[in-house]
């Protein structure tokens, strides 16, 4: 099983970045995809989630209107992308999978910083 996630670097604040997270080993399809993130010194929070299906999402308050989460299962891959980046979305961040059954992956993570 594995989880890979890419797309991160360095950006100036109001720039865009798409995270790509690819997963193998299990049934994609099946299990709703989550993106956290974590900065220095702080815990993992939760940015987006989406279901399993793409119908329902759920966002974070500070990247409500700024951030999409959504995924391509033919591509067995989820998304996260980012617009209007702030220094304070600056942090490391992490795929995550899981299913009904309580099964979970983690991705490695990418890290994201935004600076001028």
């Known amino acids: 099983v594995q989880l890979v996630e890419s797309g991160g670097g360095l950006v100036q604040p109001g720039g865009s970045l798409r995270l790509s997270c690819a997963a193998s080993?299990?049934?994609?399809?099946?299990?709703?995809m989550r993106w956290y993130c974590q900065a220095p010194g702080k815990g993992r929070e939760l940015v987006a989630a989406?279901?399993?299906?793409?119908?329902?999402?759920v966002y974070a308050d500070s990247v409500k209107g700024r951030f999409t989460i959504f995924r391509d299962n033919a591509k067995n891959t989820v998304y996260l992308q980012m617009n209007s980046l702030k220094p304070e979305d600056t942090a490391v961040y992490y795929c995550?999978?899981?299913?009904?059954?309580?099964?979970?992956?983690w991705g490695q993570g990418t890290q994201v910083t935004v600076s001028s």
């Open positions: 995550h999978a899981f299913n009904a059954l309580g099964v979970e992956y």
């Open positions: 080993g299990f049934t994609f399809s099946s299990y709703a």
């Open positions: 989406l279901s399993s299906t793409g119908s329902h999402t």
